[in-house]
């Protein structure tokens, strides 16, 4: 079993910056891919960035050259840096972990408002 709790959402204005993190318990004979997935009001909940056992990172297209997903072992906390933020990034922000990397996603985290007002 994994805990994960995430931090760091908030409101921002367009182009503004933001980073999420994810502090990861339990297990620590396991190894997981960690992602980020977004959900907004009356949308399916999608993918943002994966990162996986070996710090390889993929994104969204949506994404792309704005977030970038990291990682530290040393404290088991994963992070999600936010920039050119723009208002359909709007959305709650899960961080979930997948132990075959298969983005079946095992464990979730709580979740983060995060806002971008225009």
């Known amino acids: 079993q994994l805990h994960l709790v995430e931090s760091g959402g908030g409101s921002v204005q367009t182009g503004g910056s933001l980073r999420l993190s994810c502090a990861i318990s339990g297990y620590a004979h396991i190894t997981y891919c960690v992602g980020w997935l977004r959900q907004a009001p009356g949308k399916e909940r999608e993918g943002v960035a994966v990162?996986?056992?070996?710090?390889?990172?993929t994104y969204a297209d949506s994404v792309k050259g704005r977030f970038t997903i990291s990682q530290d072992n040393a404290k088991n906390t994963s992070y999600l840096q936010m920039n050119s933020l723009k208002p359909e990034d709007t959305a709650i922000y899960y961080c979930?972990?997948?132990?075959?990397?298969?983005?079946?996603?095992?464990?979730w985290g709580q979740g983060t408002q995060v806002t971008v007002s225009s």
């Open positions: 979930a972990a997948d132990v075959g990397c298969t983005s079946t996603w095992n464990w």
């Open positions: 990162i996986d056992r070996g710090g390889t990172p």
